[in-house]
């Protein structure tokens, strides 16, 4: 995991394997950002040119290496673009800082210490550097052969793969002795190791994260920071009445979970809880995908590695609120044991449903887990699933839909999510979509028609909400998994989609900001 500090020592002074500025895109070419005067100096007032010279432009994700100037302890400077140059006296967004230090961090891998000289107007700043450079710096090099050690790229076998991530952060300018850049900063390391762990854990094959192993990790998590945990096997499910759970995992060898995490403040007046979707492999079932739609199908407990690391991140904050977290874990794999288009499953709520397809398995757990958290009466409810490819479809692969079964917490969840730098969009959930779940046999099928299948699913989930509880469904399909190149702070695979929104809005609900 990648160190970080906030540093009062001068750019020329400290020993470090490179410097970061920030270069913006001026009216008349790159101009240097704040936060890097005295680098510039060091270069007599030269270094827009000599970046102009090397093609650079400013442009945002745009990196460029040069040597340090003379008398300089560290040998290189990383010149990292911000696009264009905010209107005078504006500053630059957070977004635009979490992105640029991002990737500033991700072309240092493989090196022991940088120093970034960011403009920093604030302490919000500090912690959107902090942040963009401990995300950025994230490599899962676990299963590569010399994964994980980092730096080594003398004898090492194999050193070109898994680099390891940039080791130490320094970041210049900011006021170490000021109790708000502490705090953001704090908060700042909190949030980003909590959500690298979310994306380890999605970036684990699923020959080695099943159920019971994530419920092994969320156990040891828990004691860790003081959470309370319950671990249902199948034999609980049994007992409990979990139909939904239960028919999803019975195809599979694994067996499935729900982990309840519950994390408690004596100072809470409000009470969240979170559900995540946890399927740790997604074949489809009997319904079984095809060679193309299968390979990155470890994704699709995305949503329960966001509950996860938002209620560990909740806990080390100290937020006061409760927050429970309920992971619904299985592994969908088709055998004679496994689940059939046509049986009928009776949930945890007591409904029964037909599952025609049973690729249309996230809604089915979800189903048992929602009913579940509604039975302790939160405030809200907000589940968070890898759910359909229809809403890659409608919003691709950087957006993630919100529903809800009301407009003002819908409108709250997007605002959270645009405050941290999580691309999302309003969706809704139209009544006349709901006639498509019909089903002969059963009191609702799990399929419906297929335009607008994301708000079908949608649909579905709300008829497992108790009654009168506020509650959203984030169906993150899209961008939990990046299977393009890098960008900014966000790396290839596993993203922590939702990590950030899930923190902001216990952080809201505990100062009392939301509802
Ligand atoms: N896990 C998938 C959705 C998905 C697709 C997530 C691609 C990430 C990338 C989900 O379980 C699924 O298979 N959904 C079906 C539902 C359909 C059968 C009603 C889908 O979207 O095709
Ligand atoms: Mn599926
Ligand atoms: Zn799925």
């Known amino acids: ?89 504006a500053a630059y967004t957070g977004e635009t800082l979490r992105r640029a230090a991002g990737a500033a961090a991700r072309a240092l891998a493989g090196s022991q210490k940088a120093a970034f000289a960011l403009p920093l107007a604030d302490a919000a700043d500090a912690g959107a550097v902090a942040e963009g450079a401990l995300l950025g710096a994230y490599s899962f090099d676990a299963y590569k052969e010399n994964g994980g050690s980092g730096g080594d790229a003398k004898g090492a076998k194999g050193a070109k793969n898994g680099k390891g991530p940039l080791a130490e952060v320094a970041l210049l300018g900011g006021k170490p002795r000021d109790k708000a850049y502490k705090a953001a900063v704090d908060r700042a390391v909190a949030v980003s190791e909590e959500l690298n762990r979310a994306r380890d854990l999605i970036n684990t094959p699923p020959n080695d994260l099943n159920p019971e192993s994530f419920a092994a990790v969320a156990q040891a998590a828990a004691k860790e920071h003081g959470i309370k945990v319950t671990v249902l096997d199948e034999k609980a499910l049994a007992k409990g009445g979990y139909g939904g759970i239960l028919g999803v995992g019975a195809g599979s060898a694994a067996t499935p979970r729900l982990v309840q995490l519950s994390y408690t403040s004596s100072k809470a007046k409000k009470h969240l809880a979170f559900v995540g979707k946890g399927i740790t492999y997604d074949s489809g079932g009997i319904s079984l995908k095809p060679a193309g739609h299968n390979e990155t199908m470890k994704c699709d407990m995305s949503g329960a590695a966001a509950v996860f690391a938002a209620v560990v991140a909740a806990a080390r904050l100290g937020l006061e609120v409760n927050v429970t977290g309920y992971l619904a874990l299985a592994e969908n794999m088709p055998s004679g044991s496994a689940t059939r288009p046509g049986d009928v499953l009776r949930m945890y709520s007591g409904k029964t449903v037909e599952v025609l397809n049973t690729d249309a398995e996230g809604r089915l757990v979800l189903a048992d887990a929602l009913w579940k958290a509604s039975e302790s009466k939160p405030d809200a409810i907000v589940d968070v699933a890898t759910l359909t490819g229809a809403m890659m479809l409608a919003l691709g692969n950087r957006t993630f839909g919100i529903m809800a079964n009301d407009d003002a917490f819908r409108t709250a969840i997007h605002e959270a999510a645009e405050e941290v730098g999580e691309d999302a969009w309003p969706m809704p959930l139209p009544d006349h979509l709901r006639k498509g779940m019909d089903s002969p046999t059963a009191d609702i099928a799990n399929m419906g028609e297929r335009y607008g299948g994301g708000l079908v699913a949608g649909l579905f989930l709300r008829e497992f909400v108790g009654e009168g509880i506020t509650w959203a469904h984030l169906d993150i399909a899209g961008p939990a998994f990046n299977e393009s190149a890098p960008f900014g702070y966000t790396p290839k695979g596993g993203t922590g989609s939702a990590v950030r929104t899930l923190v902001r809005l216990a952080e809201l609900t505990a100062s009392g900001d939301l509802g």
Do not use: H, N, W
């Open 1 to 89: 995991m990648t160190a970080l500090t906030l540093s009062t020592a001068a750019a020329s002074g400290l020993r470090a394997d490179a410097i970061v500025v920030g270069v913006a895109k001026g009216a008349k070419g790159p101009v240097i950002a704040s936060g890097a005067e005295a680098v510039d100096q060091a270069y007599d007032g030269r270094l827009a040119g000599v970046l102009e010279t090397l093609g650079a432009s400013g442009a945002e994700g745009e990196v460029t290496k040069l040597p340090a100037p003379a008398g300089f302890k560290s040998p290189v400077v990383v010149a990292v673009g911000l696009g264009t140059e905010p209107e005078k006296d």
